[in-house]
């Protein structure tokens, strides 16, 4: 019965840099989400992902954010070229259905990011 | 568009009294609602929601929550505040398949 997983939970980079952020998604679920939290503020949708198709990626702030979810299971959330702004702790959310009002998502703990 | 507001940025109240945190969204349509609380390094945890079944909704740890569309509000109460219930607390509004939208939270403070 294990819940949504994340790695790393911590990750510093430096400005410039890469980052590949993973999530596990409760074994079965459709639907997976992308959130980022600021310090501070509550989550802001970034994109969304029904099995291995993206759906929706509106909430992308720039063409250095990218996410897969190539067999419908795990998901990466990849960052290019890291700046501080980028500085938050990205949530993945996962929920069993591909939509419908009222549908429950289950969130994992998180990874803090941090760019220097 | 749907969005929510919590009216109050922090709440701080006594262990064994009652809790209110208030929630009003907005929407042209139905809504379903949620609350969640985020302890420190914890993920995200379901309080309980609405889906239109029942304007009084109870959720977990002794939480309900009350949906009244004349004042669009969805305001979380306890009667009896512990100090386990400390934490971030947020109002979100959803939409079917589309992403939740959040609130921007209201940290709970229990005093001894």
């Known amino acids: 019965g294990a819940g949504v997983s994340q790695s790393p939970r911590y990750k510093v980079a430096k400005r410039g840099q890469d980052v590949a952020l993973r999530c596990d998604p409760i074994?079965?679920?459709?639907?997976l989400f992308w959130y980022q939290q600021a310090l501070g503020q509550g989550p802001e949708f970034l994109t969304y992902?029904?099995?291995?198709?993206?759906?929706?990626k509106s909430g992308l702030p720039s063409d250095r954010f990218f996410a897969e979810r190539p067999e419908g299971s795990v998901s990466t959330l990849k960052i290019q070229r890291t700046q501080q702004e980028d500085s938050a702790v990205y949530l993945c959310a996962s929920s069993p259905s591909p939509g419908g009002l009222g549908v429950t998502q289950y969130f994992g703990p998180g990874t803090r990011l941090l760019v220097l | 568009a749907q969005s929510v507001t919590q009216l109050d940025s922090h709440v701080s109240v006594s262990e064994g009294t009652p809790v209110l945190l208030r929630c009003n969204y907005s929407?042209?349509?139905?809504?379903?609602l949620f609350w969640y609380v985020q302890h420190p390094n914890k993920g995200l945890q379901l309080l309980l929601k609405?889906?239109?079944?029942?304007?009084l909704v109870k959720g977990i740890n002794g939480f309900e929550a009350e949906f009244k569309k004349s004042e669009t509000s969805f305001h979380l109460t306890k009667p009896s505040a512990h100090m386990s219930d400390a934490a971030e607390y947020f109002c979100?509004?959803?939409?079917?398949?589309?992403?939740?939208?959040f609130g921007s939270g209201t940290r709970l403070q229990v005093q001894p």
């Open positions: 609405y889906t239109s079944a029942a304007t």
């Open positions: 074994s079965g679920h459709v639907s």
């Open positions: 979100v509004g959803g939409t079917g398949r589309r992403a939740l939208t």
């Open positions: 929407s042209s349509y139905s809504p379903s």
């Open positions: 992902f029904q099995n291995e198709a993206q759906l929706d």
